[in-house]
Structures are given as structure tokens and as C-alpha cells.
């Protein structure tokens, strides 16, 4: 599989996981969160062993795990519990929140278990 495929793919996993978590918590889908957090982090894992080139599952492995445990679950937590904000603005900052901690993500992965070795070393 090209390289790039591989690399969106395991984005997008990491997007629907944090996803899932953080709309089980904010909407109250599930009475707990904890079943959509089980299922997020299974995304990661199955993500991590399909689309992550072998040499860089670790890092890969951590930062997803970590990255969907603050968008999916930190974030949300800390927006409904310590800012007094109205209730119709918590969503959009758990949202701005996870959308930028899994920018984050994205960039570190690309740095570290995407990295494309093309070119000549200098």
C-alpha cells in the first residue's frame, strides 16, 4: 500500500476514535463512556498493526493511544467540569480542543512513524 494511503488512513482511524469518545461523553449516547474509550482505543490498536510500518509501531502505538485519550476524553472531561462556560459553547470547545490536539498528532506522526526516507543523506 502507498505510503501516504497508510498514513491517511491511520488519521482518519484516529479521528473516528477520539470521535466516538468525545461524542459518547458531550452527547451522552452511552450512560458510560467508558465502552466508546474500549472501542477507540481497539481503532488504535488495530490501526497501529494494518497501516503503521513495523519499524515505527511504538511511537505510532503512543501517540494515538495518547492523542485519543485528550481528544476523546481529557478535554471534554476538563471543558464540562472546570470552565463555566454556557452549555451550548462546551461542545464547540471540546471540539476546537480535540481538533487541535489531533493536529498535533498528525504532525508528530508524520515526523516520527511517517517519515519517508527519499532523498540523499547529507
Do not use: H
Not at 26 to 34: A, H, I, N, R, S
Not at 88 to 115: C, D, H, K, P, W
Request: with cysteine; net charge negative.
Amino acid at each position: 500500500m502507498v505510503e501516504i494511503y497508510r498514513e491517511l488512513g491511520f488519521d482518519a482511524l484516529l479521528a473516528i476514535a477520539s470521535g466516538l469518545a468525545l461524542a459518547a461523553y458531550m452527547l451522552g449516547v452511552l450512560l458510560d463512556p467508558l465502552p466508546a474509550v474500549v472501542v477507540g482505543f481497539i481503532f488504535v490498536g488495530v490501526g497501529v498493526m494494518t497501516l503503521v510500518p513495523c519499524q515505527a509501531r511504538a511511537p505510532a502505538a503512543a501517540l494515538g493511544s495518547v492523542a485519543v485519550g485528550l481528544a476523546g476524553i481529557a478535554i471534554p472531561r476538563a471543558v464540562t467540569s472546570f470552565i463555566e462556560t454556557p452549555a451550548s459553547n462546551e461542545l464547540m470547545l471540546a471540539l476546537i480542543g480535540g481538533g487541535l490536539v489531533l493536529l498535533l498528532t498528525f504532525t508528530l506522526l508524520r515526523l516520527t512513524a511517517f517519515q519517508t526516507q527519499n532523498g540523499n543523506p547529507t
